[in-house]
């Protein structure tokens, strides 16, 4: 599978616990993103990627959310200090250069409990 | 402010039964519109977009910009059709970042 690939796919961690996502995108895409969806609900922005720089962050990513793309390729998302609220699907998504299509992976299931 | 609302959270059918799924969109400027699908267990996919103007799986929507509208459309439903759907819009600049609708899950009931 070539797609946009996720790892891991279910993390199950206790409250006040950090947890850290990557994501691999599709290798020629320069656009990265980070969605989280809880139940229920459509997919929500959280941040965006243009190569490694972080351009845009969504006013649900707290203090305890960071993101990085060091080198332009994948990137990882760090929930520090989890919270119960916090128990969503993770997604992301990639895209290329001036396309509004995006590819999004299979997601990462995170349960705080 | 911006939005897409999906007034059915589940929709049900009987196969061979025309289906519609509603979005409607609040936004300034002119975006574009997507129509992505979840079978189960799968990942979001892109089923259609606005420009292409495309059928796909036989599905169409058409932008009605009076309306603020891109209703899902096919005239006859199957079983495989079963899935999530979400409307979506992105702003045609900037971070193309999209708002998604809450979804809406088709029943294709045989």
């Known amino acids: 599978d070539t797609g946009v690939s996720q790892d891991p796919r279910h993390k199950i961690t206790k409250r006040g616990q950090n947890v850290t996502f990557r994501c691999d995108p599709i290798?020629?895409?320069?656009?990265l993103y980070w969605y989280r969806q809880t139940l229920g609900q459509g997919p929500e922005f959280l941040t965006y990627f243009q190569n490694e720089a972080q351009l845009e962050k969504s006013r649900l990513l707290s203090d305890r959310f960071s993101a990085e793309r060091p080198k332009g390729s994948f990137s990882t998302l760090e929930i520090q200090r989890t919270e119960q609220g916090d128990s969503a699907m993770y997604l992301c998504?990639?895209?290329?250069?001036?396309?509004?299509?995006?590819?999004f992976g299979q997601g990462t299931r995170l349960t705080v409990v | 402010a911006q939005r897409v609302t999906q007034p059915e959270k589940l929709l049900s059918v009987f196969k061979g039964a025309p289906v519609e799924l509603k979005c409607n969109y609040s936004y300034s400027g002119s975006p574009e519109l997507f129509w992505y699908v979840q079978y189960s267990r799968q990942r979001l996919q892109l089923l259609l977009r606005?420009?292409s103007r495309e059928s796909i799986k036989g599905f169409t929507a058409d932008l009605n910009k009076g309306e603020t509208s891109f209703h899902l459309k096919k005239p006859f439903a199957q079983e495989e059709d079963s899935a999530m759907y979400y409307c979506a819009l992105s702003a045609t600049s900037g971070t193309y970042k999209y708002i998604f609708g809450t979804g809406t899950r088709l029943k294709v009931l045989a």
């Open positions: 998504a990639s895209s290329l250069q001036g396309k509004t299509e995006a590819f």
């Open positions: 606005h420009i």
């Open positions: 290798s020629e895409h320069n656009r």
